[in-house]
């Protein structure tokens, strides 16, 4: 391929009208169009989409992305088409007849970006366009879902590795915000491409104010939490079950979300959360992915969560605008009793799993059919050591995983459909096909023929694209006829069992590395109280934890960095003169429109989203102050707050800042003013000269 078509800036410009790369873009866009499997560890909001997205669109063929929501799906193909791209998504929501112009027009290749959930790898027709047509390059969105060390393991991902080496996908990449060095190994090995380039970057967040306050009892937390929310600002409460959920809505008089909930009202409920100035909502962790509101000023947490990824992928939906959020833990030693309650539920004892099995076994003796239609509440009864259906959920996903069962999808299961009566003068009086009722008659009878007055088995998909119709209107259609023109003996509406290794009546699993699992999952429980009761940098303990080089950086914002008293006012050196010169100059320029944090990403030069999205990279000051640390300005900043010199201005209730006058007479230097901060370092010795006639040149864009 000629040099030109690796240009990424030109097809940064041509596919997404974007002048410039955020930060750690560039590097990632590079190596995928050198053709490199990468496996990319990036927090949530710093443009992953993009760095896998544009290498796709600069290369011929198409690109399959693998995603785990359809919320997300459907955020990303909207984006994209806006914008001019040929993205499509297949998932269940999506007619048959749709699914299958879409895989044609995939085939043909009038399709760039095709998203799909891993279930649909279950899917001939899906295998067969691999087969036909495979892409250029799969995308693993989320693919810390594909190990079992992962925080949100699941068992479809588990396709992906044969899938790749069965169609020979040239090219492999994984995408995930939180993923530890041992789920990192596993992406690989899952996926089978050992040699996986690693890259993990982009976890500080020096806006984020991180803290534990301890709180033994649920009363205590409760008082927390009303104190937190006198204060009116965009908020989310993150509960560990459904019944925290609602007690805490109830007491607070605030929005809950968990999956316990119709999508209906689900949808409701974030579309508030989304358009409400300043709402408050308690969830559980089903709530976030797909929801994406950059105005989030605090996130707490009621109940410890179950891993620091989980925790960070949580908190880290404060303050996605770059400005100051907090980040709260309501941490009780008592929690740690739900999160082990959870990892036993998933990880099932080597005594349930085979009586599990075994009743399996018998089920399927008695039914005489390998294939069972068996709800999890009725093979509770028969599964004593079984705790609730949660249990045996987690003990089907390990059977799954080990190739003892396969599980069903409901939209596949079989129903029986006869029409009554005769066929030929029933489809003549339904001919003209003027309601939804007679459509479905006339084109039923027209595609099963004689055997409509037999009886036939078949799904909801295959109704739906026989009469394209979706589900909601088939079902509606067949409850209509039933009993007049039509039987209808409807599909199991659960997931199916499949047997797959009847032979074998004793299981062979290894059960030391299911063993070694659950100790993990507690190790990483522990990681979050160990990280509770620390006394090190919040942030610094948590970037770490994921892998990236700190090099002692510490946040300056926490509970920790702010613990240390502050006070006593020092006289800042002559480079301290020239920063608080060029803040104060940045602060008047932008004459109360932004933020702290907006403020010192731009000094700091940093390409974030907010920052490249609102154009402020072209600014004269932008990377004035590159030298010093986005954490150390925003320090900074506080200090100048606290001594008067910049003041607080609210614009549509967003946390604004603006200059004071004595602000100005301190950047003209007819004031001085007192730092509440110890020295910090700059790299070289901030006492040279050199360094200082470096600052002063900097600021000459206003000075």
Known sequence: MEPEKYNSLSGLKKYFDFEGFLDNQEDIVRLMLEGEDLCVVMPTGAGKSLCYQLPLLMRPGYGLIVSPLISLMKNQVD??????????????????????????????????????????????CFQNLLEQQPPSALI????????????????????????????????????????????????????????????????????????????????????????????????????????????????????????????????????????????????????????????????????????????????????RDGEPADCILLFSEADRYIQEFFIEMSNPSKELLQELYTA????????????????????????????????????????????????????????????????DSLAGSHQAQSTQRSRFISRAI????????????????????????????????????????LVWIPPFSGRTTKLVRRDKLELEIDFKVLEQKKNFEMSRMEEVITYARSSECRQNFIISYFGEDTENWKCENCDICGASDHTSL????????????????????FSGRFGRGKISQVLAGSRSAEIVSCGLHRKHCFGALKRVKQNNLMMFMKSLENSGCIGRKERGGYPCIEITPFGLEVMSGEKKVRLDFPEISYGASPKKNTNKQQFRRIGQWRF
């Open 79 to 124: 984006a994209l088409r806006q914008k001019g791209v040929q993205a499509e998504f297949v998932n269940s929501s999506v007619s048959p007849s749709e699914q299958q112009d879409i895989l044609r027009r995939v085939a043909e290749g009038g399709v760039k970006l095709l998203y799909v959930a891993p279930e649909r790898f279950h899917m001939q």
């Open 446 to 485: 027209r595609h099963f023929g004689g055997m409509a007055a037999d009886g036939v088995s078949c799904s909801f998909d295959e109704l739906s694209e026989i009469a394209c119709l979706d589900h909601a209107q088939i079902q509606r259609v067949l409850r209509a006829l039933a009993g007049d023109c």
């Open 570 to 589: 020092r006289v800042p050196d002559e480079i301290e003169v020239e920063i608080v010169k060029v803040i104060l100059s940045a602060v008047e320029e």
């Open 140 to 319: 693993v969105d989320e693919a810390h879902c594909i190990s079992q060390w992962g925080h949100d393991f699941r068992p479809s991902y588990l396709l992906l590795g044969d899938a790749i080496q069965r169609h020979g996908i040239p090219q492999v990449c994984a995408f995930t915000a939180t993923a530890t060095s041992i789920v990192r190994e596993d992406i690989r090995k899952q996926l089978k491409r050992p040699g996986m380039n690693l890259h993990v970057a982009g976890f500080k967040r020096p806006n984020l104010s991180f803290s534990v306050m301890k709180c033994d009892k649920d009363v205590s937390k409760n008082a927390a939490i009303g104190k937190i929310l006198m204060t009116s600002s965009p908020t989310i409460i993150y509960a560990s079950t459904r019944k925290n959920v609602d007690n805490i809505a109830e007491a607070f008089g605030c929005l809950s979300y968990h999956a316990g909930m119709g999508d209906e009202e689900r949808t409701t409920i974030q579309d508030k959360f989304m358009n409400d100035p300043s709402p408050v909502l308690v969830a559980t962790n089903a709530f976030g992915m797909g929801i994406d509101r950059a105005d989030v000023r605090r996130v707490i947490h009621y109940n410890m969560p179950g891993s620091l990824e989980a925790y960070y992928q949580e908190a880290g939906r404060a303050g």
């Open 360 to 423: 399996l076994l018998k089920s399927a003796e008695a039914s005489k059919s390998d294939i069972l239609e068996q709800t999890l509440s009725n093979l509770l009864p028969l599964v004593p050591k079984a705790k609730s259906e949660n249990h045996l959920s987690g003990a089907m996903r390990v059977l799954e995983r080990h190739g003892y069962v396969e599980r069903g999808y409901s939209g596949n299961n079989l129903g029986r459909l006869k029409f009554i009566g005769d066929l």
